[in-house]
């Protein structure tokens, strides 16, 4: 009949193993903090120079702002859960509507760092709160009115559904998505900007081609060449987090 290990000899492997562990850790501990810190400076390199791109438009006048208060918009064409887009010199906006001339959209505002008080935050965000609130990368998915939301420019209604070519969701799981993300919530130009924040509402998925493209001419012109976007959970918006929870407890 065979024995099994001395006592001794099992508690010194036992040792080995255990002391063995640890060094496995402190190995791969150091380089993924420093693979983490390197995509964090990356990101924050990028950033900046799409926002630098992009200065002209945040710093100047509100697009349309003569016009504001005489453009009239057939709200009545709007479905709840359709994508709202409002076209810029450089940059879109985006919003889903959820009726009755609300749009839920994401708006950089600094002042949600500042004070509590809905009194003021819930008024049209200006252009100074709007530029601190990028750099300061703190946003909120907010509620207003159609002519709030666009300023007297000129509405496309789900023109990503042709764009992207995707297979959109149902309208009222759209609405139903976007309320359920209203609040306060991290801003990033790369990683959750308004563009994510509408196609993971509309297509379950949170992406940016908006942000691929102008970081890619960003690069282009900085760096000489262009920079691949690490691919990395970290790298990954907020509102992608929001999907993956999402599976985890219908699972």
Avoid at 66 to 94: C, M, Q, W
Avoid at 100 to 120: C, F, K, Q, S, W
Avoid at 125 to 139: E, P, Q, W, Y
Wanted: hydrophobic share 40%; aromatic share 6%; net charge positive.
């Amino acid at each position: 009949m065979a024995s099994g290990p001395a006592p001794s000899t099992a508690i010194k492997a036992s040792a080995k193993a255990q002391s063995r562990a640890p060094r496995a850790a402190l190995r791969s501990g150091p380089t993924s903090r420093m693979k983490n810190a390197m995509l964090e400076a990356v990101s924050l390199v990028l950033e900046k120079l799409l926002f630098m791109s992009n200065f002209k438009f945040f710093s100047s006048g509100a697009p349309g702002e003569d016009k504001a208060g005489n453009t009239l918009y057939e709200i009545n064409s709007f479905l709840r859960g359709d994508v709202l887009e409002v076209p810029r010199t450089h940059l879109t906006h985006y919003g889903i509507y959820l009726g009755d001339n609300r749009v839920a959209h994401m708006m950089p505002d600094i002042l949600l760092a500042l004070t509590e008080d809905r009194g003021l935050t819930q008024k049209v965000v200006s252009n100074k709160r709007l530029i601190l609130g990028v750099i300061c990368r703190v946003a909120s998915i907010r509620v207003d009115t159609v002519e709030d939301f666009a300023y007297g420019a000129e509405i496309l209604v789900n023109h990503l559904d042709r764009s992207l070519k995707k297979k959109a969701l149902l309208n009222e799981e759209v609405a139903q998505r976007a309320e359920k993300l209203l609040g306060i919530t991290p801003y990033s130009l790369l990683w959750n900007n308004c563009e994510h924040f509408v196609t993971y509402c509309r297509f379950g998925i949170a992406i940016s081609p908006q942000a691929d493209k102008d970081i890619s001419k960003c690069t282009e012109k900085e760096c000489g060449n262009a920079v691949p976007l690490p691919e990395t959970p970290e790298s990954r918006p907020v509102i992608a987090a929001e999907v993956i929870r999402g599976s985890s407890q219908r699972s």
